[in-house]
């Protein structure tokens, strides 16, 4: 990489290492966030809308638990 800006005026990112990639590439989730986990979605949806995000801790953690488990980084 060179001092000089690119020739769209903006520099470049920084090229991540081959094994960074491929691991990700691996741990990628399989479907949109929007998607995933609609069981715990639902749910927590709805408790948020009836009590307020306060009172649904519970459901909050429970959906991203099964969002992390699917792949997401919540």
Request: some cysteine; hydrophobic content about 30%; glycine content about 4%.
């Amino acid at each position: 990489m060179t001092d000089q800006p690119a020739q769209n005026g903006l520099i470049p990112p920084p090229t991540s290492e081959p094994s960074k990639a491929a691991a990700s590439a691996e741990t990628k989730p399989k479907k949109r966030i929007c998607c995933a986990c609609p069981d715990t979605k639902k749910l927590r949806d709805e408790c948020i809308v009836e009590h307020g995000e306060s009172a649904c801790t519970k459901w909050i953690e429970a959906h991203k638990i099964c969002l992390r488990a699917e792949g997401f980084n919540v």
